[in-house]
Structures are given as structure tokens and as C-alpha cells.
């Protein structure tokens, strides 16, 4: 009932829900969300019966891409968004990796050009159930949870 | 360029293109072309191998060997390197200590760039040569014996080969010591593609009776992390002349050069020891790929009308 008044209170806007509340300002800055000029709100330390302990950031007046979203799915799977219009739920999304993460997260290869080349960074997803990128340059595979964020 | 994404038209087509090279190495087909080597890594054998594979098809090089006189360390980045060097040149052959260079310089630059090799990552002109020798001296590339022996975890060359080999049905044989073997995500590559093989740690007659190629590798003390194990195996991995004996006729060593004691010295002049030649169908191979990537085809090799004989 609680969760149904924190997300009625948008007007229009997006409410992204089960983040991993170590994960949230990965988050924010992932969104770019500090530079944002619309009200956006940050719930941490929200107490979660699945969680347990989980982050909330609701963003008025923004609808992300699907681009910007699947960026999301390098911080954390399970994350949820939810599109409000009019105070109204109209949509919910799911977090899905993308095929592809461009200028995203950092080659762990010290050794790769792209550590040692102003550039953006290309990583293909090979497996989506475990997890492994390929790094476009060196190609070595990495697991997404090691990854770190640029 | 990445031999293991070429098609088998494709290997087979360049294979042919370098065929038309050996018969005839001396043409003006890149006259009034310039050919850049840049080597931000030196490699003099390499080097001069495609230098000289341009040189004999009537083309002019420039270029730099040593990284240390030019700006690379003046911290001008790659990218400006090669947008530079492309007003100039026809082609950039680029060889690079980071992995990954090649890719993105063929990505940012205007004219074609050839991989000389880039840091542990690929080396695609010692793959084409490798097979091309293959070819040569089996007649074929189908169906063969393949047995590669020393440093399996760190060389780059063995796991080129084992990738471009894999639409020609081979049994590949792994003689390597525990720490240098195969790497696990070569084997897994095998089992996707129906690549058969066997792993040894014993390098004897024996196990090489059945070889129609024995791919030597050197074994670096570097490599180890167990010092005592370097001790151990650092005398296994040498192929000496006795252990040739009953081994199959048409048996050829090949090795990528430079070897430091993986090859005893006698066996140069045992006429399985193949690795001379091999060097040599580098200036075949380097041809190719020089010629296939500024748009010249086999056709146009086969009609080339400025061979000098
Ligand atoms: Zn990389």
C-alpha cells in the first residue's frame, strides 16, 4: 500500500524500483541522473520483503530509451521500471541486456587498446544467462559482474 | 582481420592466391602503390618479410621499425598515427604490443590495415603462412594429423592454427607440459566445432609415429610460475633426430621461428625439418594479403600481364 502511494505521487515520469540498494547511485550515475533538470527523487535503504533492503529512484517527466535502459542491466538484473502517465501506471519494463554495450563498462585487459586509447569502449554479450561479454578489441570474454562501470 | 571468422572459400582462395606467388614471386602488380609498415613493436623478421613481399610485387615502402624514434612516444595516439600515415599510403601493414590495435586502426582508417600482430592477440600473416606450408607440403589440408608441442597456453600461433584448421577435418595432437597446455576455451572450441584431439604430456617416437605435421613451439622459462617445473620439463619438449625414426614419410616440422633449443641443430638438415621454407611461404602469404585487401583479385593475379621472370 505504501509502494502504491510513493509511486502514485508522480505525475508523469519513471519509477525504477528493486535496485540493489548498494547498486543505486551506480544507478544515478549510469542515468546521468544528476544532471537531470526535472525532480527526481531517491529512496535508499527502503525496507523490501524480496530484497530485503532495496533502492527506489522515481524521475519526473522522463521516459528512458530502451537503449538507456539495457544499460541498466550491466548494474543489476531484476531491476524494474515503471512508466507513469497522468498519475497512472501505463507501463512496466523489464531490464534486458542488450546485445551490444557501447561506451558502458571498462575492458579489464590493461592491456587492450581501449585502456590505452581515448575511445569508446564495445563490449558483444556472447552468453545473456551467465553473464559473459566479449571485448570487441581484444576479444577476451569477462564476466559482467566483475566489470567495472567507465 | 581474424583468420578464425574467414570462411573456407575464402582460406582456400587466398591458399591459391599465394600458390600464384611462389610460381611467381616477381611482378610489377603494385607498381606506382606505397605500402606503410608500422611497427610500434619491433619485429625485424616480420617486418622484412612483408617489406619484402611488396617490394617484389613493384611497390615503394615507408615506414618505421622502432617505436622509440617516432611520436608513439611522443604521446600522439594511435588513432592520429594512422590518419596521418593513410594521407600517404595504399595499405598500412601495423604491428602493435596492445591488443586489439589492428581492429580499431582498420576501424578509424580510410585506407586497408593489415595485422602484423597486436600484442598476445592475433597474428593472421603467420596463420596464412603456417597453412599455406600445410598445403604445400601435404598436397591437401583435409584430414590430417596435426601435432603441436611446448608452449600450448601462452602461443598464439597454436591456437590461430587450431582455429583456421577447423573446416578441414584434423586430429589435432596437444604435447604440452601441465602448466602450458591447451587452454580450456580451445578445447571447448574444438568440442563446437567437431574438432577431434589428444592431449600428452610425453613427447616421444611414439607418440609422433602417426604426425603428418609436428608444430614445434618454444618453451619459455617466463611462462612458468613453478620454477621447479620449468627444471623439469625444460629438456622434454626438444625434438631430437632419433626420435624420427618410424615416424610417417611424409612428416614435416614446422616451427614459427626463432627457435632457441626446441629443435636440436641436426635435424636442419634431415629433410622432414621444414621450418626454412616456412619462413620463405611468409613472403607468399604476405603477397595475398597484401594484394586481396587492396581489392586485387586471383583472377587478376592469374592474368597479371607484368610478372618478371
Ligand atoms: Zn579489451
Known amino acids: 500500500m505504501k509502494k502504491e502511494l510513493q509511486v502514485a505521487a508522480l505525475e508523469n515520469g519513471t519509477v525504477i524500483d528493486h535496485i540493489p540498494t548498494e547498486k543505486l547511485f551506480d544507478v544515478v550515475n549510469l542515468l546521468g541522473l544528476q544532471s537531470m533538470k526535472t525532480p527526481v527523487t531517491i529512496g535508499y535503504n527502503l525496507p523490501s520483503t524480496i530484497m530485503g533492503c532495496k533502492g527506489i529512484i522515481k524521475v519526473a517527466d522522463k521516459f528512458f530509451t530502451d537503449e538507456e535502459i539495457s544499460r541498466l542491466s550491466v548494474i543489476a538484473e531484476n531491476m524494474k521500471l515503471v512508466l507513469i502517465r497522468n498519475y497512472e501506471i501505463v507501463e512496466k519494463k523489464d531490464v534486458v541486456t542488450p546485445d551490444q554495450l557501447k561506451g558502458i563498462v571498462k575492458c579489464a585487459n590493461p592491456k587492450c587498446i581501449c585502456n590505452n586509447e581515448p575511445m569508446p569502449t564495445l563490449f558483444n554479450v556472447v552468453d545473456k544467462v551467465k553473464g559473459v561479454i566479449k571485448c570487441h578489441y581484444c576479444e577476451k570474454e569477462q564476466a559482467l559482474k566483475d566489470v567495472k562501470l567507465l | ?309
Not at chain 2, 213 to 234: A, N, W
Not at chain 2, 272 to 286: D, E, H, I, P, V
Open chain 2, 1 to 309: 582481420m581474424t583468420i578464425a571468422d574467414l570462411s573456407k572459400e575464402k582460406l582456400n582462395y587466398l591458399l591459391e592466391m599465394a600458390r600464384e606467388f611462389e610460381k611467381n614471386p616477381n611482378r610489377e602488380l603494385l607498381k606506382g602503390r606505397v605500402v606503410a609498415t608500422l611497427f610500434f613493436e619491433p619485429s625485424t623478421r616480420t617486418r622484412l618479410s612483408f617489406e619484402t613481399a611488396a617490394n617484389r610485387l613493384g611497390a615503394r615502402v615507408i615506414g618505421f621499425a622502432d617505436p622509440k624514434i617516432t611520436s608513439g612516444t611522443k604521446g600522439e595516439t594511435l588513432k592520429d598515427t594512422i590518419m596521418m600515415v593513410s594521407n600517404y599510403v595504399d595499405v598500412i601493414v601495423m604491428r602493435h604490443y596492445l591488443e586489439g590495435a589492428a581492429r580499431y586502426a582498420s576501424e578509424v582508417a580510410p585506407v586497408p590495415i593489415i595485422n602484423a600482430g597486436d600484442g598476445a592477440n592475433q597474428h593472421p600473416s603467420q596463420t596464412m603462412l603456417d597453412l599455406y606450408t600445410i598445403y604445400q607440403t601435404q598436397g591437401t589440408l583435409e584430414n590430417l594429423n596435426i601435432y603441436l608441442v611446448g608452449d600450448l597456453k601462452y602461443g598464439r600461433t597454436v591456437h590461430s592454427l587450431l582455429m583456421a584448421m577447423r573446416h578441414y577435418n584434423p586430429t589435432f595432437h596437444f604435447i604440452a607440459p601441465k602448466e602450458l597446455e591447451m587452454p580450456e576455451e580451445y578445447k571447448i572450441y574444438c568440442k563446437e566445432n567437431n574438432i577431434k584431439y589428444v592431449e600428452h604430456t610425453d613427447f616421444n617416437s611414439e607418440v609422433i609415429a602417426d604426425a603428418d605435421i609436428l608444430y614445434m613451439t618454444r618453451v619459455q622459462k617466463e611462462r612458468f610460475t613453478d620454477l621447479m617445473e620449468y627444471e623439469r620439463v625444460k629438456d622434454v619438449y626438444i625434438l631430437k633426430n632419433d626420435m624420427l625414426e618410424g615416424t610417417r614419410d611424409n612428416l614435416k616440422i614446422l616451427h614459427p621461428l626463432p627457435r632457441v633449443n626446441e629443435i636440436a641443430y641436426d635435424i636442419d638438415d634431415n629433410p622432414k625439418a621444414y621450418y626454412f621454407q616456412q619462413a620463405k611461404n611468409g613472403l607468399f602469404a604476405r603477397q595475398a594479403l597484401i594484394c586481396d585487401c587492396l581489392g586485387i583479385t586471383l583472377d587478376d593475379v592469374k592474368n597479371d600481364t607484368t610478372i618478371i621472370k
